[in-house]
């Protein structure tokens, strides 16, 4: 059965700490993995996305991909009360040609 | 560029009731999906149209047909509404990977 898994939260953080988002997938022959922002009430944004093994980062984001142990990260450096959302991973899983979302996780920044 | 737009925004429904949720994207892609997505569910996909003229089932079909009415557009329809049909429907589209995913804003459909 395809998965993807991650903790709901809330991940609640101090601003301007750094905020660790974890998701874990179900196979390993997956390849593509993705990282959506949703505002309360708005739409998921692609915020980050990661093919290969090791660290990708774009500004304040760092998404982190391990295949071997099947989990990938979001780091989110000098985190602001505007990073306050819901954070979705997703995946292409092996076998699979369309995206298989997580739960996602609610992230709470606090001033 | 307005990117995806969906209408209607908000609808109520009686049980019975049809509708047809409209998609459009101006974006040139070639993959648009639709979504339902359930407090403590997630985001599942209901259908998706890999390219225009094709159209394949997701995890949640049933209760749901969809048309690619052209490259740009992409409806959803509902023939007989039923309570669990009530949710936030999103469209997506993506280039010919269909990796990377934008959004529509959203239709929120509740059936009495």
């Known amino acids: 059965q395809k998965e993807v898994e991650q903790n709901s939260g809330p991940l609640s953080v101090p601003e301007g700490a750094i905020a660790s988002l974890n998701c874990t997938y179900s196979d390993r022959g997956s390849q593509s993995f993705f990282w959506y922002r949703q505002y309360s009430g708005k739409s998921p944004e692609l915020i980050m996305f990661?093919?290969?093994?090791g660290d990708k980062e774009d500004g304040r984001f760092t998404a982190q991909l391990n295949k071997a142990s099947q989990y990938v990260s979001l780091l989110i450096r000098d985190s602001q009360p505007s990073d306050s959302a819901t954070y979705l991973c997703?995946?292409?899983?092996?076998?699979?040609?369309?995206?298989?979302f997580g739960k996602g996780t609610m992230l709470l920044v606090s001033p | 560029n307005a990117g995806v737009t969906q209408t209607p925004k908000f609808q109520v429904l009686k049980t019975g009731q049809s509708m047809t949720l409209q998609c459009a994207q101006d974006?040139?892609?070639?993959?648009m999906y639709w979504y339902r997505q359930d407090p403590g569910m997630g985001l599942r996909l209901i259908y998706y149209s890999a390219s225009e003229g094709t159209t394949d089932k997701g995890e949640v079909p049933n209760g749901y047909n969809v048309s690619r009415l052209n490259k740009r557009e992409f409806s959803l329809r509902l023939e007989s509404a039923a309570p669990s049909q009530t949710s936030v429907y999103f469209c997506a589209s993506a280039t010919g990977s269909g990796y990377e995913q934008y959004f529509g804003p959203g239709t929120r459909l509740t059936v009495t």
């Open positions: 990661i093919y290969s093994n």
């Open positions: 997703a995946a292409i899983l092996s076998g699979y040609s369309t995206l298989t």
């Open positions: 974006m040139n892609h070639n993959s």
